[in-house]
């Protein structure tokens, strides 16, 4: 049985069992973590004990990756709205490169999603059994410390609020924009906005029925490509909003909108830096998520 998921919809399984997990120390993560789900108290083969080591291998190389990641991503954006302020790209040549980065991410998980549909194949009725109880038992910790999440999940959407507003600060530095300008960043901004609170609210949400799914063969394929689509709709509307925005500009404001953009750029990228340092002395930045166990 073979499934073709998109990147969103396989890590909507992992987060599926991972939305009860908080990073941290036991007593302040109480709940079950993700791979144990998969695998608490099931009796594994011995080839089912090797899927599950690749597993974990394969979650381990993207994890050391995840950085250098970020910062590939982070440059391609810059660079994308630089082109498009210069003229060196086209909203078509902008939006095909959104399609293409959503198909590469999809792919770059596709030994994490082989294996992890590979070992769920293999289970038997009486280890996806174990697998389902081992869900609702993540369930019921997760509602039992739900005030915990929530407040996690808020301080996350302040601490992204108040980055936003900073970069805001610095990509409209001495531009002097018009009214009808202004909107147009507002309206951009909103989106921003709209973009994390949809993430924050999928988040809080979920309730493992993707894993459920998979566990009864009842995979509704034409609902999750729907909702990779819908994925590639926010961005591709996002960027459009972004550009809108730049074509309101005079040939002033882009280049001093430009400038603006790499100081932006060199803030961001010695932030991740700062993040990344600590992490590797075992440390996790406030406003960084820690590693899953």
Partial sequence: MKHLLPFTLLTALFGGVAYANTHGPKQDNPCMKPGKVLTQSVEL?????ALVADLKAQRQEHKANRQAM?????????????????????????????VDK????????????????????????????????????????????????????????????????????????????????AALFEAWQEGQQDRMQHRMERHQKRDGH??????EGNVDQRQLQQKSADHLTTMQEQA??????????????????IENLEGLQQKME????KSGHRKGKGGHHQGERGPRR
């Fill in 210 to 215: 993707h894993l459920e799914a998979l566990l």
């Fill in 102 to 181: 959503h198909q590469q991410m999809s792919e770059h998980h596709g030994d994490m999603q082989d294996s992890l549909l590979a070992l769920i194949d293999s289970y038997s009725p009486e280890q996806r059994a174990q697998v389902q109880a081992n869900l609702d038992e993540t369930l019921e910790c997760r509602a039992e410390y739900q005030a915990q999440f929530a407040d996690k999940g808020e301080k996350m959407e302040q601490r992204f609020e108040k980055r936003s507003a900073k970069k805001a600060d610095i990509l409209l530095q001495e531009l002097n924009l018009s009214a009808d300008q």
């Fill in 270 to 273: 010695q932030r991740m830096e």
């Fill in 240 to 257: 459009g909003l972004m550009m809108d925005f730049v074509d309101a500009l005079d040939a002033e404001q882009r280049t001093q909108f």
């Fill in 70 to 98: 970020r910062q590939k991503m982070m440059q391609e954006r810059f660079d994308t709205v630089k082109g498009y302020t210069e003229g060196s790209l086209s909203r078509e040549e902008v939006n095909q490169q959104i």
């Fill in 45 to 49: 083969t011995a080839d089912q004990q």
